[in-house]
């Protein structure tokens, strides 16, 4: 059997759309309960056995009504939150120039592994996404829905792939973009030249479940078919 790794990014939040930096205590907009419902129902589909969250209240909450719809376990792990931002953001607006510039100035230093403020560096993040790695290898034999945040699954995939967070804001950073609960799925199963069991990328980013444009052109699809 397959075991596999479907990494979802939690729906909409407040912070979207007034762009207020409210850190783990960002709700979800109503625009993002409609998507958390599409992605529930999509849930059913995906014969998970387990269900792995941060434990950030947006994401251990959808993460609870999944695994109450699909009557599996659930488990939330302070792991899988979103990347520490500096504390001296919070209740601000990220468009302030002030911002703007403490901003810039970490994407600068990231690469270099220097803190500007509190927030995670290079090196903490790379060693967070090994723990996260090493982790999910447990699961071998199971099919895994990990609900999460953005820049962790693309940091997640930037590391799986080329081993590094190094020019990740120069690079994936700005070409990447991953969706309200678009699924991204990493494969768990041994490399086909060493032998050693290791992470895959396979999918990045399907929205396929979410987005009206293209579940509506499936319906015209299959209805023409008919």
Known sequence: MAAWIAAVRHPEKQDDIDHIHRGDQALITEEGERQAQVLIEHARL???????????????????????????????????????????????????????????????????GMPVADEETRPMLEERNRQAQKLLLEYPQQRVLLVTHAKFICGLITQTIWGTLENYYSGPDRTLKLSHTGITVFVNEPDRRDGVRRLIVETVNDISHTEPRFYQDAERILGAAE
């Open 46 to 112: 995906l014969d998970i056995d387990i269900v792995l969250s941060s434990d950030t209240p947006r994401t251990a909450l959808l993460a609870a009504r999944i695994g109450e719809a699909i009557g599996r376990k659930v488990e939330t792990r302070a792991l899988f939150r979103e990347w520490r931002a500096p504390s001296v953001m919070l209740g601000r607006s990220v468009d302030e120039p002030g911002i703007k510039e403490l901003k810039r100035v970490m994407r600068l230093s990231f690469d270099h």
